[in-house]
Structure formats: structure tokens, C-alpha cells
């Protein structure tokens, strides 16, 4: 089955404690992307990459870092998290075999920093 | 900053009535636009895309394009109390990647049984 994958689903934890958000994706595509959602906000872009070892910032990447290391995975970083950060954040993909360059979303991951 | 504006909403309809939701994006040479539909705590799901001037039809979606007008919109016929959902509008802006997406905050539809 097609799909993006992101771990943890749900995920507490403290200010300043390092953590790590996994995507994956299993349809080969070029092309991934981090976004965090907010009430009143809506989804705004954090990074993305064109393809492996290429990232580039979105519109709201401080305090984020990634990685493309392979072409499936797309880990996000908070190095030092903040209450800031507390959102839904959502992983996607596509690739030049997409129809219409659709992006497929994976299934969320809520944070919270308290 | 290029920008995707829609009503917050909410909107509220009856079931069986038409749905209608409106989009504006501000990059005059947008060239790709897309509505998602999202319930509350999952992530956004594609139900239409447009790339022409004039209408695109699937099932009960009708996706409407105007590029001198820098609009587009939604109509959801014979709407369904499962419609109810938030209504994303996506642009993809001239320059930087194909891929980039700019979406507006959404649209709280709420169909009424």
C-alpha cells in the first residue's frame, strides 16, 4: 500500500529535550516536505527537499532542522524544543510520477513542549 | 509574500443543499490549484485539482478556475452531513520548486442533516 508513515503519532515532552520526527515513504518520490499546522494559521511549510542530501527552508524553519540521507526518509529535528513548537505537524510526498504532482500527506504527529 | 486567502467560515448548509466555498491567491502566475478536505485531527486529503480557466466536475465536486480574477472555487452539490469537514485551497507559485504548496487557512464546512 502506498503511503507516508510518520513516528511518533502523538508526543509530550519537555522544553530543551532533543527529539526526533520520522517520515517515510514507500512511492519513490523526489520530493518531501515537513508542514505544521495551527489553529488560525493553517499549514504552513517548514522544509523540504528536492531529492537526497538537497533541503531547503520553507517559510517557517527556525528552530527546525532535517535530513535526507535516503530517499524514503525525511526525519525533522527540534534540537532544542520549545513551547513554541507545541502543533500538528504533517510529513508529505511526491514525485514526477504523481498525477498532478499530488501530494500525499502522512497521518500526523501531535507535539506538545511544555 | 504570495498569499491564498479564504472565509474563514464557518459555513454552515443543509443537507442536499449546494456547498459553495471561494478562494483567492495573490501570485498572478499561479498555475496549479488544488482543494483538499481535511477532518478535524487527520491529515489533508486531495479531492480536486484544476489547472484551465472554466470547470472541472467530479461526482458531486465542482472545481470553477479564473485566472483573470485570480479565483477559484468549490461547489459541492447535494451535500452530505459527511462533507462536513475544513476545505483547504493549495496554490503552486511561479518559482522555487513545482512541488511547493501555499494553502490558505481553510473553510469549516458544516453540512447539516
Known amino acids: 500500500e502506498a503511503q507516508v508513515t510518520q513516528n511518533p503519532r502523538y508526543l509530550i515532552t519537555v522544553t530543551g529535550k532533543k527529539l526526533t520526527v520520522t517520515c517515510s515513504q514507500n512511492?519513490?518520490?523526489?520530493?518531501m516536505s515537513w508542514y505544521r499546522q495551527d489553529p488560525g494559521l493553517g499549514l504552513r511549510q517548514i522544509y523540504y527537499?528536492?531529492?537526497?542530501?538537497?533541503?531547503d527552508k520553507g517559510d517557517v524553519p527556525e528552530g527546525y532542522k532535517v535530513s535526507r540521507k535516503e530517499k524514503r526518509n525525511f526525519p525533522l529535528i527540534l534540537e532544542s524544543p520549545s513551547p513554541n513548537q507545541t502543533s500538528l505537524y504533517f510529513c508529505a510526498s511526491t514525485g514526477a510520477g504523481t498525477s498532478h504532482n499530488e501530494q500525499f500527506f502522512g497521518p500526523g504527529t501531535r507535539l506538545t513542549v511544555l | 509574500q504570495k498569499e491564498v486567502e479564504q472565509n474563514s467560515g464557518p459555513l454552515s448548509v443543509p443537507e442536499g443543499a449546494i456547498a459553495s466555498l471561494n478562494c483567492t491567491y495573490s501570485d498572478r502566475v499561479s498555475q496549479s490549484f488544488f482543494w483538499y478536505r481535511q477532518y478535524s485531527g487527520k491529515s489533508p486529503e486531495l479531492i480536486m485539482s484544476i489547472y484551465s480557466n472554466g470547470d472541472k466536475e467530479d461526482g458531486r465536486f465542482t472545481a470553477q478556475l479564473n485566472k483573470a480574477s485570480q479565483y477559484v472555487s468549490l461547489l459541492i452539490r447535494d451535500s452530505q452531513p459527511s462533507d462536513s469537514a475544513t476545505y483547504l485551497c493549495a496554490v503552486i507559485n511561479s518559482g522555487g520548486s513545482n512541488y511547493k504548496l501555499t494553502f490558505g487557512k481553510g473553510t469549516l464546512l458544516t453540512v447539516n442533516p
Open positions: 512511492m519513490n518520490h523526489e520530493y
Open positions: 527537499s528536492m531529492n537526497v542530501e538537497v533541503t
